[in-house]
């Protein structure tokens, strides 16, 4: 069975941090793009951070750059996204999701997804 199990997520006030963590299982790591949705209430899923553990390639929305860093841990087959610097706006269930598809809304219906893990991120 597939599995992508994200956790890491709470409640932090605004400018703090979280590290979120992805645990994958039951398909090849390496051969898969690994990557990080949000969607909060009422508004459109968004991408994140996306990246290829079997070359390190990385995407980030505008919104986070220099803000998240998404890291793969190939060997435990686990990907990490720190968040820095903390907003309101921030706040959402974040979505942890793999596909061989180029980062994008593809992904809704060519790619695997776990059940995400909220983010809070208070005023």
């Known amino acids: 069975e597939v599995q992508l199990q994200a956790s890491g997520g709470g409640l932090v006030q605004d400018g703090g941090f979280l590290k979120l963590s992805c645990a994958a299982s039951g398909f090849t790591f390496n051969d898969y793009r690994i990557g990080w949705f949000r969607q909060a209430p009422g508004k459109e899923r968004e991408r994140v951070s996306c990246i290829s553990p079997n070359d390190g390639s990385t995407y980030y929305g505008d919104f986070v750059k220099g803000r998240f860093t998404i890291s793969s841990d190939n060997a435990k087959n686990t990907v990490s996204l720190q968040m820095n610097s903390l907003k309101p706006e921030d706040t959402a269930v974040y979505y942890c999701?793999?596909?061989?598809?180029?980062?994008?809304?593809?992904?809704?219906?060519?790619?695997?997804w776990g059940k995400g893990t909220q983010v809070t991120v208070s005023s």
């Open positions: 999701a793999a596909s061989k598809d180029p980062c994008g809304t593809t992904w809704y219906r060519r790619g695997y």
